[in-house]
T-cell receptor, first 116, second 113 residues
């Protein structure tokens, strides 16, 4: 149980385009989903917390108009990187929390974004 | 907010030896402490967790200890194997509501065959 999927796994796009990343909890209802960004050899940097049916809570320094988050259902959250630039290239990972063990976060496999 | 420090940043051990990773946290309200293992290019995987109502938890070769008074917790891996090589992250959070988890900076463990 507690499987989280993420799509796409890799994406290459041109500068100025928008990219949407999907995060799904496959076998449980995720009351809360989190979006992280991870640079090479670094820790997970929380970008925002997403609660179903409400606006996401963004961490300090994260532009909410740049990184649009939608949590439309208890099993799906999306992150859209708008007008992507090369500095947005990174590994984006979502996690979901909910179900029997409310504290535990289960991570998706991540999406590697490369903006040319 | 919560601040989690993790040491060491890198750790090399011989196969069969033990490895210890230590973390400290700042928020006394934190009561849930998971540990994650992340292999290169893959997702973090929960390997063990501990709640503040216990001081130690074991799962085969892995154990975690928690000292609430000192606000520190540690991961112990015994009889290390090459497949234990990965980056390990500690984390802290408080339960209830929509509390976020704060991660440590990670420890790259290398087990030398």
């Amino acid at each position: 149980g507690a499987v989280v999927s993420q799509h796409p796994s890799r994406v290459i796009c041109k500068s100025g385009t928008s990219v949407k990343i999907e995060c799904r909890s496959l076998d449980f209802q995720a009351t809360t989903m989190f979006w992280y960004r991870q640079f090479p050899k670094q820790s997970l940097m929380l970008m925002a917390t997403s609660n179903e049916g409400s606006k996401a809570t963004y961490e300090q320094g994260v532009e909410k108009d740049k990184f649009l988050i939608n949590h439309a259902s208890l099993t799906l959250s999306t992150l859209t990187v708008t007008s992507a630039h090369p500095e947005d290239s990174s590994f984006y990972i979502c996690s979901a929390r909910g179900g029997a063990a409310q504290e535990t976060q289960y991570f998706g496999p991540g999406t590697r974004l490369l903006v040319l | 907010g919560e601040n989690v420090e993790q040491h060491p940043s890198t750790l090399s051990v011989q196969e069969g030896d033990s490895a210890v990773i230590k973390c400290t946290y700042s928020d006394s309200a934190s009561n849930y402490f998971p540990w994650y293992k992340q292999e290169l290019g893959k997702r973090p995987q929960l390997i063990i967790d501990i709640r503040s109502n216990v001081g130690e938890k074991k799962d085969q070769r892995i154990a975690v200890t928690l000292n609430k008074t000192a606000k520190h917790f540690s991961l112990h891996i015994t009889e290390t194997q090459p497949e234990d090589s990965a980056v390990y992250f500690c984390a802290a959070s408080s339960t209830g509501g929509y509390q976020k988890v704060t991660f440590g900076t990670g420890t790259k463990l290398q087990v030398i065959p």
